[in-house]
């Protein structure tokens, strides 16, 4: 898939006019939505080969399990921050070539990572902490404005009680899904996790 490494990239419409608004402690909602966002379970899409490969290789992170969504507070919103910062500060990007010498492997990042393997490394430490595996899912977007072989990209969605929620090695802050300037091709489902679906939009 060639998922590519964009860090310290700003979101690319609207920044200069985004308002910030109290969504929780740390989440960051533009000013202007981009539509409403749903999960379709009747629109399949293709389960990524590098996520295939993963689960081949450490399937006890492919489990599946019953959906769950997660009822917010304070804790929750610090633990989400925190684990988000952790990782996009001390991962340094690096493509799979790179990292692996092969166009495409999905592996948790240690010190260095491509796009996955930052959101592998995020939703297993949630996870490790007691966060439900079916509400962190990863997704599949397209980058707008940037050339084609970085335009791909993957996010962990995280639903919770105040919405679906992006953590992005792109952006340090947390935002709604509803509110990324993304094209959203296709995300895994909660309960299993080698089960994806397609998004639709409606404005």
Request: glycine share 6%.
């Amino acid at each position: 898939m060639g998922l590519t490494v964009t860090v310290g990239r700003k979101l690319a419409a609207g920044v200069l006019a985004i308002a910030i608004f109290a969504f929780g402690p740390s989440l960051v909602i533009a000013a202007q939505s981009s539509g409403t966002l749903r999960i379709n379970p009747d629109r399949p899409a293709v389960v990524p080969k590098g996520f295939i490969s993963f689960c081949f290789r450490e399937p006890q992170h492919c489990l599946p399990a019953p959906p769950r969504t997660v009822p917010m507070d304070e804790s929750r919103w610090s633990e989400l921050r925190s684990v988000n910062n952790l990782y996009n500060a001390t991962v340094s990007p690096v493509t799979d070539h790179q990292r692996h010498g092969v166009q495409e492997r999905w592996e948790h990042a240690d010190k260095f990572g491509d796009c996955e393997d930052y959101v592998l490394a995020k939703k297993s430490h949630l996870v490790a902490t007691g966060w439900p595996r079916s509400s962190l899912l990863i997704a599949v977007v397209d980058i707008p404005n940037v050339p084609p072989l970085e335009r791909r990209h993957a996010v962990l969605l995280v639903k919770t009680n105040e919405g679906i929620l992006v953590l992005d090695n792109r952006e340090p802050e947390i935002h709604s899904w509803e509110r990324v300037d993304y094209k959203w091709i296709s995300v895994q489902s909660g309960s299993n996790p080698y089960v994806w679906h397609r998004v639709d939009r409606s404005d």
